[in-house]
């Protein structure tokens, strides 16, 4: 309180020899806000006489001298974040610069869905109009150093929701969802089942980006991680639809057909080469990587969708046959079944 009349006695000789009440209900009365609110931008490097002046210039603030003068004594001049600020009717100069100088900004949000590419989540950054664009594309060098020792960008990204400030770039988002990535991955890697046919972490994220783009109900990830580590165990093929779907790029036009299965120039073709593909194909969550390092102990080694969501697990390829005409053949001519395929 002293403070306050201290300022407001130094303001009354500054400003001229205005009466203190004068003065008071001056400083004291409401902003000129419209009734809808209004957003200001304060840019890096922004002063408070800058801003103090554009208010003023924009009928919002009427005595820009008070709050210039008060932001100095106190301080708060030097304290001012850049950031987006929603004003709304019945705030005052001084609630205002307590709210610069808390950094309340406008925050926005971005979310990658589990099991997109890369690809796709470039494209939703490049969607949001807050976001300042400074990558290329997923081969971009700077995503390039951001990934190392890594050598493909691909899966290597957290899918979740980023909050964000206007004038953030997606290079910013993608760093934080790279670190969260890391994180997540070291620390399922520590709690990891014993005996995996994995070398590395990046094995079973891998692994987990097959499960997330197999998976039609959650409660189905661990027994399709059992179907493909129990492959992986006894030399099988994977022979799993998403991952040549995925080495096709934009050459796949919705159908997989037989010759593309057959194509052994496809890397990622796991029914011509054998082992995991050589890198992820999507963004993997928590639950799919967890469901790699944690597959059902069962002796499926087929699946085949159901059509509602779920899939049939079969032991034998005799049993999978059967259920791959029982619930598939009959629905599409040429249906390819994962990770069998055609039969």
């Known amino acids: 309180m002293i403070q306050k009349l201290l300022v407001s006695a130094l303001m009354l000789v500054i400003l001229g020899g205005l009466a203190f009440s004068e ?20 840019e890096q490097g922004d002063s408070l006489r800058s801003v103090a002046n554009n208010l003023n210039n924009m009928g919002i603030l009427a005595h820009p001298s008070l709050l210039i003068f008060y932001g100095r004594w106190t301080g708060i001049d030097q304290a001012i974040k850049r950031g987006e600020y929603r004003l709304l009717p019945g705030l005052t100069a001084e609630a205002m610069l307590k709210q610069f100088s808390d950094g309340d900004v406008i925050h926005y949000q971005v979310t990658f869905p589990e099991g997109i590419t890369l690809a796709k989540a470039l494209g939703i950054l490049a969607q949001q109009a807050a976001l300042e664009t400074v990558l290329t594309g997923p081969s971009d060098p700077q995503l390039m150093t951001l990934i190392k020792p890594y050598l493909k960008p691909e899966g290597l990204f957290f899918p979740d929701t980023y909050r964000y400030l206007r004038g953030d770039t997606d290079l910013s988002i993608l760093e934080r969802a790279h670190a969260a ?10 709690e990891r089942a014993s005996g995996l046919p994995y070398e590395t972490p990046y094995d079973a994220l891998i692994m987990a980006s097959i499960i997330e783009r197999e998976t039609g109900l959650a409660s189905e990830r661990e027994q399709i991680s059992g179907v493909f580590v129990r492959r992986l165990e006894q030399g099988m093929l994977l022979q799993t639809d998403p991952t040549v779907i995925y080495g096709m790029g934009t050459e796949f ?35 799919a990587i967890y469901a790699a390092l944690h597959p059902a102990e069962t002796n499926a080694l087929y699946f085949v969708a159901r059509g509602d969501g779920g899939h049939v697990f079969s032991r ?5 046959n059967r259920a791959v005409g029982k619930f598939q053949l009959q629905r599409r001519e040429n249906y390819t079944s994962s990770p069998e395929g055609p039969q």
């Open 181 to 190: 990535l890391i994180d997540v991955l070291q620390k399922e890697w520590g």
């Open 23 to 42: 003065l008071r209900q001056q400083w004291d009365a409401p902003l000129l806000i419209p009734e809808a609110g209004f957003v200001l931008t304060i």
């Open 316 to 320: 034998t390829l005799a049993e999978h």
């Open 253 to 287: 036009d919705g159908n997989l057909r037989r010759r593309h299965l057959k194509d052994s120039s496809n890397a990622y073709n796991t029914y011509r080469h054998s082992g995991l593909p050589p890198t992820p194909i999507a963004l993997s969550g928590r639950a």
